[in-house]
């Protein structure tokens, strides 16, 4: 079994939420509800990895992600 983070941001016009993860670049899904989006999380990223493994890539370790907020001045 392994462990990565996603990352969801939440559509304001349509509702639902887009996400992705940042261990495996370009893996991106989406979800009507908090609830949907990581089902789908879940099913993409088992078949990311699961092409991997087919193609005889290495599996991706999450290694150590650091989430920041940054204040930025506006003119």
Do not use: K, W
């Not at 509800?33 to 999450?62: K, N, Q, W, Y």
């Amino acid at each position: 079994m392994r462990r990565y983070t996603v990352v969801l941001v939440p559509d304001p016009d349509d509702g639902g939420y887009t996400l992705t993860v940042p261990a495996l670049p370009g893996l991106i899904t989406q979800g009507d509800s908090l609830e949907e989006a990581l089902t789908m999380a879940r099913e993409a990223i088992a078949f990311h990895l699961e092409c991997l493994v087919e193609e005889g890539e290495t599996i991706p370790d999450e290694g150590e992600i650091v989430v920041e907020h940054v204040e930025v001045a506006v003119a």
